[in-house]
């Protein structure tokens, strides 16, 4: 579906509400916001502001308790489980702090991995993940396993993941978080790039304003609710 | 070919673990081992008794004393004295469709010559055991007429009996002790080629039932008649003959039951099937157990296989995988770890057979259906006991599942 307005993200009184027990949880309250294709943003805000449940929200991890999501024109709000894993399939690409690669397995094999769930011939999906892994740097190290990966590898290993199957948004949670501040930098370089060259929408969440300041944007949340934006 | 690609998938999983696979299989592996060594025991002495009966011929008949209900319950012979001389003799002239007749009876007794000692069949029988049971003499002679209406105390010997008294010498002449009596032998039986099996063929000794009668047994009655119809389809006619000829013999008032049984090849046949199949029957349900434990097994370590990887089943999910893409997976790692199981107990089954065979002297067959039905089982229980933790696996939550320590 083409939008009119070019957003690839139009987020409409998100809310979500979590029951602990007894207790009512405002994780989200009422978040409107609009991300356009090719934007670079970063989301920052304390411990409980509600990133983490907003991020997981704009990747169809979960669903909001009110509110719309508009992702590429198609409202994914009310979609169920399964037509969510596909539509992270095929539209979004995620890194985490903790890399999340599959242990002792190779660097090709985990880029490979989104491309076994959208039903591309084995070889196909070779050529796409060697390409992938050339692309962030990892050329000749693509049958190294996850433990003879230093971090920083790995973490580049998750992005060509993230990347293989050519989705228009880019998730990253923290991505530097496990990184010295000289690879937190080369991971960052690295975002940049892709977002200058091929046009991929990243938002990334972080503490580390020294990163935020790669974004084009920043987006700070307190309490559930955006509060400023620079 | 996706399913290709799961199986790999699923084989290279397996194999980041090898041990504990290994040890997750091994249930299968022995119960299916089990299920198929067991089985060839009763296949094997199915292919057993049909060999025989083939050998024996399609027009033996068997009277034995005893009503056939009354033999039905209890099984066993020996117990039943109405069935005499008299009226083999009854039985050989007056059914014309009856050829030979032959008195039986028998027992076991200890065996001697020199320094050897031998525990043996002793079967009594007419002069026409030979023809009837189409098992010719090898060496010497079978006894004659003369000999059985002398009660002569001579005797033929089975191939296995003569290897043990009397090895590589020459027994024809010489004189053996059953049951300390002196027998000379003047026959040995050619040898029915049997490995072993539960009942040798060859361990026995031939004797003329009246000898046996008044110097072995101390009977007078017969344990059996053996019979030979003129021709395989004068068999049926041959049986209501006889059956009529000894209801008028024992005086059997219309309506009652028959006090002896006459059996064919047939029936013999059949109750043997029967009791092989109920034997097989009851040792597959017993190895089965252990398949059951197996299958147990399987789903014990994929429930701890799915609690170690949350993390790796959160992975795939944000990636993209559905709920089925995840229950697929684990089920078929379920299923290549319990048909790989099935595969190599297979294996253990056919090579255990053949150890049983050759050193239990039991004969045994691996038969295509059970090897086929033991692939199909051991799929089924990878697929039943593999359900369940798939199951699970698919149904977390993908949030939670990421963050899973």
């Known amino acids: ?18 029951k602990v027990g007894d207790i009512q949880v405002n994780a989200l309250a009422g978040v409107s916001y609009a991300i356009k294709q090719g934007d670079f943003i970063a989301i920052m805000g304390p411990s409980g502001s509600g990133k983490s449940t907003l991020m997981n929200i704009i990747g169809c991890l979960d669903r909001p308790t009110e509110g719309k999501y508009i992702l590429d024109g198609e409202e994914v709000s009310t979609l169920d489980k399964n037509k969510l894993a596909g539509i992270r399939n095929r539209k979004i690409g995620f890194v985490f702090q903790t890399f999340n ?11 490979e991995l989104p491309l076994l769930y959208s039903n591309i011939p084995s070889k196909n999906a070779r050529d796409l993940a060697y390409k992938a892994l050339s692309s962030v740097g ?8 996850t433990n003879q990966l230093s971090g920083g590898e790995q973490q580049r290993v998750a992005i060509a993941r993230s990347l293989v199957n050519n989705p228009p948004l880019l998730l990253a949670d923290e991505p530097t978080g496990n990184l010295d501040s000289k690879t937190g930098k080369e991971i960052i370089e690295i975002f940049k790039k892709l977002n200058e060259e091929k ?14 300041q790669a974004a084009h944007r920043r987006i700070y949340l307190r309490d559930g609710e955006i509060i400023r934006e620079d | 070919m996706k399913i290709l690609r799961t ?4 084989l290279r999983a397996l194999g980041r673990n090898k041990m504990r696979s290994f040890l997750t299989a091994l249930g299968i592996i022995i119960g299916v081992g089990a299920v198929i060594a067991t089985v060839s025991i009763g296949e094997g002495a199915r292919r057993d008794l049909e060999k025989r009966f083939e050998s024996m011929g399609t027009n033996l008949l068997f009277v034995r004393a005893g009503s056939r209900s009354y033999r039905g319950v209890h099984g066993g012979g020996g117990s039943f004295t109405n069935l005499t001389v008299e009226d083999a003799k009854v039985i050989e002239e007056k059914c014309d469709a009856v050829k030979y007749v032959s008195p039986s009876v028998s027992g076991r007794a200890q065996v001697v010559y020199g320094n050897k000692n031998w525990n043996t069949s002793i079967q009594g029988a007419g002069s026409a055991y030979p023809e009837i049971r189409n098992w010719a003499v090898e060496e010497g002679t079978f006894f004659d007429d003369t000999h059985v209406r002398a009660a002569a105390k001579v005797c033929v010997l089975g191939s296995e009996v003569r290897k043990n008294l009397f090895e590589f010498d020459d027994p024809i002449g010489q004189v053996i002790r059953i049951k300390k009596i002196p027998f000379k032998v003047i026959g040995v039986l050619k040898s029915m080629g049997e490995s072993g099996g539960f009942f040798n063929r060859d361990d026995i000794i031939v004797v003329p039932y009246t000898t046996a009668q008044r110097r072995l ?7 059996s008649i053996d019979v030979s119809a003129v021709s395989s389809d004068k068999t049926a006619e041959a049986q209501s003959q006889i059956e009529e000829t000894l209801r008028i013999q024992h005086k059997i008032a219309p309506g009652a039951e028959d006090d002896f049984n006459v059996g064919n090849m047939a029936d013999i046949a059949e109750s043997a099937a029967q009791s092989r199949k109920t034997m097989t029957i009851v040792l597959g349900a017993i190895a089965s157990v252990s398949l059951l434990v197996g299958g147990i097994g399987i789903m014990n370590i994929m429930l701890v296989s799915v609690t170690e990887r949350i993390r790796e089943i959160g992975i795939r999910m944000s990636v993209g995988a559905r ?24 294996g253990f ?18 038969s295509v259906a059970s090897i086929t039905l033991a692939f199909l089982f051991s799929g089924s229980v990878g697929i039943f006991f593999g359900f369940y933790p798939a199951r699970k696996a698919s149904k977390l939550d993908p949030i939670e599942a990421l963050r899973y320590e």
């Open chain 1, 101 to 111: 690669l599959l242990p002792r397995t190779t660097a090709l094999e985990n880029t």
């Open chain 1, 138 to 145: 990892l050329k000749g190290r693509e049958l190294h396993r």
């Open chain 2, 349 to 366: 089954g056919v090579i255990g057979s053949r150890l049983i065979a050759k050193f239990g002297g039991w004969e045994t067959l691996v």
């Open chain 1, 199 to 212: 046009g991929i929408t990243i938002i990334l969440v972080t503490h580390d304003s020294g990163v935020a």
């Open chain 1, 1 to 18: 579906m083409v939008n009119s307005n070019n957003n690839l993200i139009q987020l409409e009184k998100i809310t979500k509400i979590y």
């Open chain 2, 7 to 10: 199986i790999r998938v699923a």
């Open chain 2, 217 to 223: 047994l101390g009977i007078i009655y017969i344990h």
């Open chain 2, 323 to 346: 709920e089925r893409d995840i229950l697929f997976q684990f089920l078929t790692e379920a299923v290549v770890l319990s048909v790989l199981g099935g595969v190599i107990g297979i």
